[in-house]
């Protein structure tokens, strides 16, 4: 397919957790690959829940994670055309060309009247589904209940003995009797647009060319394929992707172990390393390479996405966001680190230094304020292992340590040479309490890093402290 137009319509009633934010990562990886274009929609036609400091986040998130899109809220043009909520003469329009096919129709039957049908249903062994109740109704019987005041839905009216076809780009051909699905409703009572119509009609207006999304979606595909028949209008390529999970097995929420955005960018999660992992949950790339959104969109192949469902693993998450921390410059990860830092760091140490000594250890900008509190506390904060292996070495070796240091070294490496002669200890036996007297750690930088970075005061200190445990 060539010229590809997707886009992410996602309904601003909530802050963007990863489900949402892998629909949009693909979406956007498709388009990139073969120069298409990224349109962003708001579906906010559920006024009661849709709030404008969603939305606004929504459009925060996207830009955080730079999946900048082409068309859409903050772009050429007018922003209204890309909230459905500001649509609604757009919908009456075509309503109204429905309303005179006699392809919609008013239906009165309440929700517990409808509870009532598909129990009485489902206890039959039949799919629960409208039964068409109000579809052949005389003028006379929808007067009577409007004369009442009720309100109506309206439906449509799916063609009946016909087969829908469509090849799913993620699943292969699909085929789906008419029969087997019922008139479903495009207007609710309160007048406005539901999903199944207000979703077909824009994509089709706005030119989409391809939709990815959850395979929960799958069974509305043939009714929004019918709807957009109806209308002559054409309907776009369909992928729908398994869903991504929690460990229960269910969707994935926050109540399964999600974050929202708001959240993993308030941790100190990477935009990178998001769409590293993204990109591989239920979709091949074929290695463990870091890559910036130019590169996996150029790995990204609708082909290559799995028909089965896939679990959040956040080990996985934070595999890439340790890869995306060890890819930074000193310099970057410094300014990253930045905020914690303030006022942690003693005046004489550099920010860049301490990123740079102890890159290893930080996975998180918490990480680095937890190092930093710990290794330039005022006294040696020491575990019970550790104590231990310090009072085992003894007050000689602590003596030698600050004898031997108190000297010029031309490095690091002659001063251990010479604590190995003079106390006759080697290998770990030597660098496990040097690392935990300067540290107070069992693993961290190199040891001739940490020395440098601490200063040889610090270092003489250190020593004197881990000599009187």
């Known amino acids: 397919m060539s010229n590809i137009k997707s886009r992410f319509c ?3 009633t909530g802050f963007m957790h990863l489900g949402n934010l892998r629909t949009a990562l693909f979406s956007y990886l498709v388009t990139q690959k073969d120069n298409g274009n990224f349109l962003l929609r708001i579906e906010d036609t559920d006024q009661e829940r849709s709030k404008k400091e969603y939305s606004d986040a929504i459009c925060e998130d996207l830009e955080w994670m730079s999946l900048s899109w082409d068309e859409g809220p903050h772009r050429k043009g007018d922003d209204q055309e890309y909230f459905q909520s500001m649509r609604t ?64 839905v309206y439906r449509f009216r799916m063609p009946k003995d016909t087969v829908i076809t469509f090849v799913d780009l993620v699943k292969g051909e699909q085929s789906f009797e008419s029969n087997d699905l019922d008139d479903f409703i495009i207007m609710k009572e309160d007048e406005s647009p539901t999903f199944m119509f207000s979703n077909a009609i824009d994509d089709s207006l706005m030119g989409v060319n391809l939709v990815l999304r959850g395979e929960d979606h799958l069974s509305n595909t043939p009714r929004q ?95 890439w966001q340790k890869k995306s921390i060890e890819a930074m410059t000193d310099d970057n990860l410094s300014k990253l680190l930045e905020d914690v ?28 304020l937890n190092l930093a509190e710990h290794i330039f506390s005022e006294r040696l904060i020491l575990g019970k292992n550790s104590k231990s292996i310090l009072t085992k070495v003894g007050q000689d070796f602590f003596d030698k340590c600050k004898d031997l240091y108190g000297k010029d070294h031309p490095d690091w490496k002659s001063f251990l040479d010479e604590l190995s002669i003079s106390t006759g200890k080697k290998g770990k036996d030597v660098f496990l309490p040097l690392r935990i007297a300067l540290s107070g750690l069992d693993s961290g930088p190199e040891l001739d890093e940490l020395a440098g970075l601490l200063g040889k005061d610090r270092v003489l200190e250190r020593f004197d402290q881990a000599r009187n445990i």
């Open 89 to 152: 003469e757009i919908y009456d329009k075509y309503y109204q060309t429905l309303l005179d096919k006699d392809l919609i129709y008013p239906c009165f039957m309440s929700e517990d009247e409808l509870k009532l049908v598909r129990k009485t249903q489902l206890a039959s062994g039949k799919p629960p589904r409208y039964p068409g109740t109000w579809a052949n109704a005389t003028k006379e019987e929808i007067e009577q209940e409007f004369e009442k005041g009720n309100k109506p």
């Open 225 to 319: 394929i019918a709807l957009l028949k109806s209308l002559d209008f054409k309907e776009p390529k369909y992928g729908h992707i398994a869903l991504f999970t929690g460990n229960d097995g269910a969707p994935l929420s926050k109540r399964n172990g999600s974050l929202s955005l708001k959240e993993m960018k308030q941790k100190g999660y990477l935009p990178q390393a998001i769409a590293n992992y993204l990109s591989r949950v239920g979709h091949v790339i074929p290695d463990n390479n870091l890559r910036s959104l130019t590169e996996l969109a150029l790995e990204f192949d609708i082909s290559k996405i799995s028909t089965s469902p896939s679990k959040f693993d956040l080990d996985q998450l934070n595999f």
């Open 341 to 368: 830092l303030q006022n942690k760091l003693p005046e004489d140490i550099n920010h860049s230094d301490f990123a740079r000594v102890f890159r290893s250890k930080v996975v998180f900008p918490s990480d680095a």
């Open 10 to 12: 996602p309904s601003p």
